[in-house]
């Protein structure tokens, strides 16, 4: 079983940035695909990133392709969500999500492919 607590989030001013942690319990981090999600007030949650479990492979929304990178340190069992350029629209709930998967991270991009979540943390950009 895995735990996940996502952490660093906050406001910040649109055009700003600010990155998002999510620290991860087990010894088995390193087996799992990781990703991350978001969900706005009224919407529905949705994919924001997804990195493989060696890290070899990368995949992002196309609304953040460009301004966040997701990575992760598994030595230290965390993954990171680095946001530039953030806009109102980036207002959301953000969790990290963690997949028993050996796929590519282009394979994803769907919520039910995920066995954990953690808490989630607040990002509030203002106009």
């Known amino acids: 079983q895995v735990q996940l607590v996502e952490s660093g989030g906050g406001l910040v001013q649109a055009g700003g940035s600010l990155r998002v942690s999510c620290a991860a319990s087990g010894r088995t981090f390193s087996s799992y695909s990781m990703g991350w999600f978001r969900q706005a007030p009224g919407k529905e949650r949705e994919f924001v990133a997804a990195i493989s479990w060696r890290g070899g492979s990368t995949y992002y929304a196309d609304s953040v392709k460009g301004r966040f990178t997701i990575s992760r340190d598994n030595a230290k069992n965390t993954v990171y969500l680095q946001m530039n350029s953030l806009k109102p629209e980036d207002t959301a709930v953000y969790y990290c999500?963690?997949?028993?998967?050996?796929?590519?991270?282009?394979?994803?991009?769907?919520?039910?492919?995920?066995?954990?979540w953690g808490q989630g943390t607040q990002v509030t950009v203002s106009s």
């Open positions: 999500a963690a997949a028993y998967s050996n796929k590519a991270a282009t394979a994803l991009g769907s919520d039910r492919q995920y066995d954990y």
